[in-house]
């Protein structure tokens, strides 16, 4: 029997196969219907529940512990409003984030558009996600010595060029996925059919594109937004909300529930536009074509 | 390896053909310097710095090589052991967590909103502060907080496990959570990728999981997996909110190095270890664009 070769004995002996088949398929099966979404769903529930017990200490009396209590309160938020250099804060990070916005949008769009036209699109695409492959902190600080070998101060300008370095890929990436989904036939067809190549782009290509743009637009908002390790090392006289959050994290002092209050408020606000560019990237997209797309 | 290699062929053909090929248009071209000015000039004086001298009121121009022999110097050799011995464990544990329960919603949950949903779970936290979402671990895991009195209600301990903050163990527990999406989202997209009939040919030649796994998932799903690999690794190298917040001092790790050296103005020592912790990362990404299953993704990326 041991001189035949495994096929034979494969149909001479169908339960031994059969059975060695379903105990590998069983063990399989466990692992595939069974740990993986187990695994999934405890390790998303680990991702949310900080996310969740941070908006439920924000509005408690005693948010000390991380057990949410009946004792509820505003007081976090109202006296968040009188709290020193808050206000200030989220006027730079605004305005910084709007800036990067438009920037990363603006170029990404250019950019993707053109991405056909690169011959080594693989090795071009590594160049954009760059920033991406290098630690945060060693980027903050690669910057530092940049700039003062450029003799550029540090401020407003230097965390602005961190932080576009850092949307930028993201944004990228975001394009990328409406621009793979363009039908060039389209455009083709609209220049067959007379059209200039104005009219071609406006009435054809960026409506098509906008949904990109947008999300671009958002991605790069939100990243500059929350962006902590790069700014650190050239913020010179800047105070971003995440810098100065992490200050107040880091001083383990009693305004903590304050800072709890202040991030709850920008993470509802964050996740509001994260659905947004979510819902204007991947709307109306299978599962298939979301893999292929992105 | 059908979808792939036809993938490659098909590309050689193109080349081979003598198709036309394009010119990079202009916003290609002018991105490209402005990149080079903007990312990598940086890079490259880092790795210049590191051969400069040190001297009492900043840098000198002058060639040394003593920021590189004090890389160990003071305990740094073992923070940067420490860190990568952390970072690589996470980035393992990870990958083990992640690799099943992306099959799983790759290949088994047939509903696409379920699909959408849970990656959007899993990818919208990346775009909120990772402060906030670590904050609040300092006070969930104290001594009085809702682990160790909820563990205590139960009767499960006597007395609270204090090594929950400020020890190495809080560095993984903070980790763990945040850098879960990032090994997550690609390794899925490779997963779903992949053609079904190749798992359920592997199953009716009589493969087992081993077979469908070793041969099958992670030889196609290799791209997602190096990308998964490289996306959580490199943040964590760099990650200093963890380490701050729940490390408490206690836990030196390579972001805490940095810092202080930067702060005394100690930046040819900072470049050099900048330049060990870009290094290593660099030589994995070299590793990923010369590997045939990553240019054959990228050639996937382009129809």
């Known amino acids: 029997m041991s001189s035949q070769p495994a096929v034979v004995s494969a149909l001479v002996q169908p339960s031994g196969i059969r059975g060695r088949l379903s105990r590998a398929s069983s063990a399989f099966e466990w692992i595939a219907t069974r740990l993986g979404p187990i695994l999934l769903f405890a390790f998303i529930f680990w991702i949310w529940f900080p996310i969740v017990d941070l908006a439920l200490m924000s509005i408690n009396k005693e948010p000390f512990r991380g057990i949410p209590n009946g004792s509820l309160t505003s007081g976090w938020y109202r006296s968040l409003f009188s709290a020193m250099g808050v206000t200030s804060a989220v006027r730079t990070s605004a305005l910084i984030a709007l800036v990067i916005g438009v920037l990363v949008a603006a170029i990404s769009f250019t950019v993707a558009r053109k991405f056909g036209t690169v011959r080594h699109r693989g090795v071009f695409l590594v160049y954009v996600l760059l920033p991406v492959f290098v630690p945060g902190l060693v980027f903050g600080f690669a910057v530092l010595i940049y700039s003062a070998q450029l003799g550029i101060s540090l401020g407003n300008t230097t965390v602005a060029a961190v932080h576009l370095a850092w949307a930028l890929p993201f944004g990228f990436l975001a394009m990328l996925i409406a621009t793979s989904r363009l039908d060039l036939r389209l455009l083709e067809a609209a220049a067959d059919l007379g059209a200039t190549r104005w009219q071609v782009f406006r009435d054809i290509e960026f409506p098509l594109l906008r949904p990109g743009l947008v999300s671009a637009l958002l991605f790069g908002f939100l990243l500059s937004f929350n962006e902590l390790v790069r700014s650190i090392f050239v913020s010179g006289q800047t105070v971003t909300l995440p810098l100065y959050m992490w200050a107040q994290n880091s001083s383990h002092t009693s305004t903590v529930p304050l800072v709890y209050a202040l991030e709850t408020l920008i993470m509802l606000g964050s996740l509001a536009l994260i659905g947004v560019a979510y819902w204007l990237l991947f709307r109306g997209a299978s599962v298939s074509r979301l893999g292929r797309n992105v | ?303």
């Open chain 2, 1 to 303: 390896m059908g979808a792939l290699q036809v993938g490659v062929s098909t590309a050689e053909t193109q080349r081979g053909a003598g198709v036309k090929i394009r010119r990079p248009a202009i916003p290609i071209v002018i991105f490209t310097v402005f990149w080079a000015a903007l990312v990598v000039t940086p890079l490259v004086l880092t790795l210049i710095y590191s051969f400069l001298r040190q001297g009492e009121l900043g840098i000198e121009w002058h060639f040394s090589t003593s920021a590189w022999s004090g890389l160990t110097a003071f305990g740094r050799g073992a923070t940067l052991v420490r860190t990568f011995r952390i970072a690589i464990t996470v980035t393992l544990i990870e990958f083990v967590v992640a690799f099943p329960a992306a099959y799983w919603l790759a290949k088994r949950v047939r509903s696409t909103a379920l699909n959408v949903g849970v990656l959007a779970l899993l990818t919208a936290p990346f775009f909120l502060s990772e402060d906030s979402r670590t904050v609040v671990w300092t006070s969930v895991y104290s001594n009085d907080g809702l682990v160790n009195s909820g563990l205590e209600k139960i009767g499960l301990i006597h007395g609270p496990i204090s090594s929950l903050l400020f020890t190495e163990t809080s560095i993984y527990l903070g980790l763990l959570p945040i850098y879960f999406g990032t090994m997550f989202f690609p390794i899925w997209m490779s997963l779903v990728l992949i053609d079904d009939e190749y798992i359920e040919a592997t199953r009716d030649l009589g493969g087992s999981y081993f077979d469908l796994v070793k041969d099958v998932l992670l030889p196609l799903a290799a791209p997602g997996i190096i990308a998964g690999f490289i996306f959580t690794l490199v943040p964590i190298l760099g990650d200093n909110v963890v380490s701050g917040l729940l490390g408490g001092g206690q836990v030196v790790l390579m972001s805490d190095t940095v810092q202080s050296l930067v702060y005394n103005f100690q930046y040819t020592e900072t470049a050099a270890i900048s330049i060990v912790i870009t290094g290593v990362v660099a030589v994995l990404l070299l590793v990923l664009m010369r590997s045939r299953a990553l240019r054959a993704g990228f050639v996937d990326l382009r129809r």
